[in-house]
């Protein structure tokens, strides 16, 4: 089993539509945990942290729910410029490169 | 503050050859991380360099292989190319933490091409 499973997608949503990616992990020792966003041959870039409460920037509010071992991402109000693929990343004690696992992304759409 | 900077931005190889590439991390940072992100796949982990030597790697053939120089800067190299190897090569600079609580800055990568 994969450490961190996303849903490939694609998600074609119309401006305006809220949207929702899931990324499911398999240990429960994961310690923190991450959304990045990746534009087309570019780098990933950090959008935001996720804290167990809950934790919300602008448009964006990502969760996590330990019991089940997952975590979300909701966009409302899409923009253009929302299109992107957006990388789930868990981090596992102690840090290291070797304890930071990526999901394969999940690719969204923002159609005018 | 200068960001993780990558060269070259892109380089084209045939089977068989050499590929050298470089990463500087963000200035105090002593840690580099590798990734391979092949077209459609993940980020995959291929080296780790802190403070000059080796942490841990991949499972990735010991034809790729590295090093960091005194400065922290360091150079990915591949042997030996296959047609596979095409892909973006990622270069991060984590803020270094004791924790597992780490944020990646990536450089724009060198999307390595083997003909």
């Known amino acids: 089993r994969k450490e961190v499973e996303q849903d490939p997608g694609p998600f074609n949503v119309p401006e305006g539509a809220t949207v929702a990616f899931n990324c499911t992990y398999s240990?429960?020792?994961?310690?923190?945990f991450f959304w990045y966003r990746q534009d087309c041959r570019k780098e990933p870039k950090l959008l935001m942290s996720?804290?167990?409460s809950g934790n919300e920037d602008g448009r964006f509010t990502a969760q996590l729910n330990r019991a089940s071992q997952y975590i979300s991402l909701l966009i409302r109000d899409s923009k253009l410029s929302d299109s992107a693929t957006y990388l789930c990343?868990?981090?596992?004690?102690?840090?290291?490169?070797?304890?930071?696992?990526f999901g394969t992304g999940t690719r969204l759409t923002v159609i005018p | 503050e200068a960001g993780v900077t990558q060269s070259p931005t892109h380089l084209i190889k045939t089977r068989g050859q050499q590929a050298t590439l470089r990463c500087s991390p963000i200035?105090?940072?002593?840690?580099v991380y590798w990734y391979q992100q092949a077209l459609g796949l993940g980020l995959q982990f291929l080296l780790w360099?802190?403070?000059?030597?080796?942490?841990n790697r991949g499972n990735f053939p010991p034809r790729f292989s590295g090093r960091q120089f005194p400065n922290y800067s360091s150079e990915l190299n591949v042997n030996a190319l296959e047609l596979e190897d095409s892909a973006l090569y990622l270069c991060?600079?984590?803020?270094?933490?004791?924790?597992?609580?780490?944020?990646?800055?990536f450089g724009s990568g060198t999307q390595l091409s083997v003909l």
């Open positions: 990343v868990v981090n596992r004690n102690p840090a290291g490169a070797n304890n930071l696992f």
């Open positions: 240990n429960s020792a994961s310690q923190s």
């Open positions: 996720v804290y167990s």
């Open positions: 200035s105090g940072h002593t840690s």
């Open positions: 360099y802190d403070e000059g030597e080796e942490r």
């Open positions: 991060a600079s984590p803020n270094h933490s004791l924790f597992a609580n780490e944020k990646l800055f």
